[in-house]
């Protein structure tokens, strides 16, 4: 079993940038995949990005190509996602999922654990 927390969360306005974190214990993530989803409210999850569990292939949403970078440490037993040229669109609950020996996936259905989320505001 593997637990799952995000950090970095905030309120930033539009242009700028966050880093959010997701840290895991009981398990290292050096053997999960992990993916990153969001949902805003009123609307259904969607897929973010993901890392294999190598590190050697990563995913992105088109919505966040270029802007979006996800990254894993496994020296930290963490995955990174570093947002930059936020927009108001872009808010939204992000939590991050891991699965075990997976190459990355974009599907929610993939994942075995989640994160609680973390709430991503941006202010136009």
């Known amino acids: 079993q593997v637990h799952l927390v995000e950090s970095g969360g905030g309120l930033v306005q539009a242009g700028g940038s966050l880093r959010l974190s997701c840290a895991a214990s009981?398990?290292?993530?050096?053997?999960?995949?992990v993916g990153w989803f969001r949902q805003a409210p009123g609307k259904e999850r969607e897929f973010v990005t993901a890392?294999?569990?190598?590190?050697?292939?990563?995913g992105y949403a088109d919505s966040v190509k270029g802007r979006f970078t996800i990254s894993k440490d496994n020296a930290q037993n963490t995955v990174s996602l570093q947002m930059n040229s936020l927009k108001p669109e872009d808010t939204a609950v992000y939590s991050c999922?891991?699965?075990?020996?997976?190459?990355?996936?974009?599907?929610?259905?993939?994942?075995?654990?989640w994160g609680q989320g973390t709430q991503v505001t941006v202010s136009s």
């Open positions: 009981g398990r290292t993530l050096g053997t999960y995949a």
């Open positions: 890392i294999s569990w190598g590190g050697g292939r990563t």
């Open positions: 999922a891991a699965r075990v020996f997976g190459d990355y996936c974009s599907t929610s259905g993939c994942y075995d654990y």
